[in-house]
């Protein structure tokens, strides 16, 4: 259980630090446009400690639940004081608004692919394709014969074809196995020569009938992928693109996953339903107690990468929305000019206020509908 409680709690301060590292990615692009960054804060609530360095203010909150980083100009309906006016956000240039938006984004894939690296060349990086070659593994009895071991397959043997019929992979060696009835040719590559043997293939009653069994099993597919420091570049780049396509996947689906999760509340729990924060430290939890760090800086990479594609999407609060806001000005302005008109000004974000609201309160009650099914019947690693 004290593991467990380390493991809950490490992957927790895993998400206030991924989250305060997103923050950073904002704070670290505006500084270098020369925006004014008031305050930069990891945590929220009440103030721990603080103190400041040039213009702007470090801290530490109380409650572990991400960060903040104060820009002036944010939107048009920031305060400035008179200093800010001339370096407020809004007055900057279209293209260097949407790099410090999309900094925080960035800062979660960074921090992702630095782990799925540091993973690939030390625990390896996770088989997500498992395809099981045609090699035997070992050879056993099908009732009271044994007819891949009476014909002489061993253990390392890769079988090339069965019955004439190639098989480059073991699914097809079962299929043309199950076909079959009685001796049967199986080529074989052993140590580098082809060989013919001939299995006198039992059939075994099954429902539906009867199907063909030679009594063999293959070789596993490996279950990680090590790499040397070269190798893994490109082997992190194409798992984390892999990552990245599957969140999307999930993202979209998101919206018909609802209702699941509502029914896993008070009735059984389908894996695939989403999980909040409590659910994703739980099983970081689970994963300590078992001693599976693999599985642990998974968790935190999917989390990462999660944040980055959710946070791009076009809603208030995100930067998906801020970035929106940038190139609907850029456009309208560009079409003003083709009026003879000057440009307006920025978007008058009190419009968006009652939709932002909306939103805020629809994910809120998300939030608090994952929360509850993570507490009450939460997914459990398998």
Known sequence: MLTYTAGFLLFLLGICLSLAWHEAGHMLAARAFGMKVRRFFVGRGPTVFSFRRGETEYGLKALPIGGFCDIAGLTSLDELSPDEQRRAMWRYPAWKRTTVMLAGPVMHVVLAVAILYAMAVTLGLPNLKPVTEPVVAATSCVGAV????????????????????????????????????????????????????????????????????????????????????????????????DLISGTVTQLAAFPERIPAVVEAIGGERDPDTPISMVGASRLGGEAVERGLWGTFLLLLVSLNLFLAVFNLLPLLPLDGAHIAVVWFERIRDAVRRLRGRPAGGPVDFTRLVPVTLVLMAIGGVVMALTITADIVNPIRLS
């Open 146 to 241: 044994c007819p891949a071991a009476e014909a002489g397959l061993r253990p390392g043997d890769r079988i090339e074809a069965v019955a004439g019929a190639p098989t480059p992979l073991w699914r097809d060696v079962i299929a043309a196995v199950q076909s079959a009835d009685g001796p049967t040719e199986v080529t074989v590559r052993r140590d580098g020569s082809a060989l013919t043997l001939t299995v006198d293939v039992a059939r075994v009653p099954q429902a539906g009938g009867e199907v063909g069994m030679m009594g063999a099993t293959p070789v596993p597919p490996p279950a990680y992928f090590r790499y040397d420091a070269i190798a893994a570049t490109g082997a992190t780049a194409a798992f984390t693109g």
